[in-house]
């Protein structure tokens, strides 16, 4: 089994920043490709960084210059250093892993599509 948790969320002033991490645990081979997403209230969750395995990454035009992404592979860990937050960055974020390898014993598994559980982030002041 993998699960994937985030942590790092909470209330911050606009122009604050926050980091958040998600953790996958699970006898991990390799992750292809790790993504944050958040979803505003009223509204459909949406891409804000993603990440693969090799370090290429791509952003959300509302995010680029603020929002960094970045991981580690040893560790099967994925973080987002957000700056300069605004009120319209509060969400709640979720952390996505694709194409997860693992290997249990003798046998080989892979886990396409996993979601965390979610971790909210407000700006406010």
């Known amino acids: 089994q993998v699960q994937l948790v985030e942590s790092g969320g909470g209330l911050v002033q606009p122009g604050g920043s926050l980091r958040l991490s998600c953790a996958a645990s699970g006898s991990i081979l390799s992750i292809n490709i790790m993504g944050w997403y958040r979803q505003a209230l009223g509204k459909q969750r949406e891409l804000v960084a993603s990440?693969?395995?090799?370090?290429?990454?791509n952003f959300a035009d509302s995010v680029k210059g603020r929002f960094t992404i970045s991981r580690d592979n040893a560790k099967n860990t994925m973080y987002l250093q957000m700056n300069s937050l605004k009120p319209e960055d509060t969400a709640v974020y979720y952390c996505n892993a694709d194409d997860i390898r693992l290997q249990i014993g003798t046998m080989g598994y892979r886990y396409l599509d996993v979601w965390g559980q979610g971790t909210l982030v407000t700006v406010s002041s």
């Open positions: 990440i693969t395995s090799s370090g290429s990454t």
